[in-house]
């Protein structure tokens, strides 16, 4: 129980610090919708992909704008470790484990109130979903999933980091990764070398699985790669955080 107050503890924190920078949050918005309009607006009529661009490109939105959001936690992390943060809990009756939850909480939930304003643009842009209730909750849940399995390897890349700047750094391959995925335009469209990497790659099939809920026409195979990239992630996140928070605190 006591970590579970200490985590909430720490979540008001993170919160007061995102009012003190709403930057942060407005870059996490901005920048998605941004590029949901030019993709859409601009290159859309040059993709050839079967249906309504709206619709192909949401799902990969989406995760566009996880992945545009976590760079600030990765900052945010590395600050806590390298200004002395964690040095002071040391003395007082805190879980030091309780920061990083709530560093992931933060994230997951920052992200969810940016993809509701994605979708919503989206939906005004010509998006039109075809999922069932059932579906609609699949897809929630697989969105949830992939922020918590990204948060948790964001926050190790933040405790991995020298310093708050090589932290930010850290967390762009994880930005641009969507681009060289399915996100935007099949991967049988891609050419060679770049067309292997977006089919095998973590975000394809989470994309493909978002995008089949989403579209009435999900598929199991998908969906079952989807969720255990997802919890690999998690896993991997996870281990390598708590290894090194250990070793750094």
């Not at 590395?78 to 939850?101: E, H, K, P």
């Not at 842009?125 to 918590?148: C, D, N």
């Not at 999900?218 to 990239?229: F, G, M, N, Y």
């Amino acid at each position: 129980m006591n970590a579970i107050a200490d985590s909430a503890t720490m979540l008001r924190r993170n919160f007061r610090h995102t009012m003190r920078n709403p930057i942060t949050l407005i870059n996490a918005i901005l920048v998605p919708i941004f590029l949901i309009f030019l993709m859409v607006y601009v290159l859309g009529d040059a993709f050839s992909v079967g249906v309504n661009y709206a619709d192909y490109a949401t799902p990969g939105m989406i995760i566009t704008t996880i992945c545009y959001g976590i760079s600030p936690t990765a900052i945010a992390v590395n600050s806590d470790m390298t200004n002395g943060f964690i040095n002071r809990l040391r003395v007082m009756q805190v879980s030091r484990g309780a920061v990083l939850n709530a560093h992931v909480i933060a994230t997951m939930l920052r992200s969810l109130v940016a993809i509701a304003l994605i979708v919503g643009v989206s939906l005004l842009m010509g998006f039109r979903p075809q999922a069932s209730f059932t579906q609609w909750l699949g897809a929630i849940g697989l969105v949830a999933l992939a922020v918590y399995g990204i948060g948790w390897l964001t926050v190790a890349f933040g405790l991995a980091a020298k310093t708050p700047e090589s932290a930010g750094i850290a967390a762009v391959p994880l930005m641009l990764l969507p681009f060289l995925s399915s996100a935007f335009v099949p991967a049988d469209k891609m050419g060679a070398g770049v067309r292997q990497f977006a089919e095998y790659q973590p975000f394809s099939s989470i994309i493909e699985s978002l995008r089949g809920l989403l579209t009435g026409a999900p598929s199991t195979s998908a969906t079952i790669t989807a969720v255990a990239w997802c919890v690999g992630l998690g896993l991997i996140g996870y281990l390598w955080a708590r290894r090194s928070f250990t070793k750094r605190a």
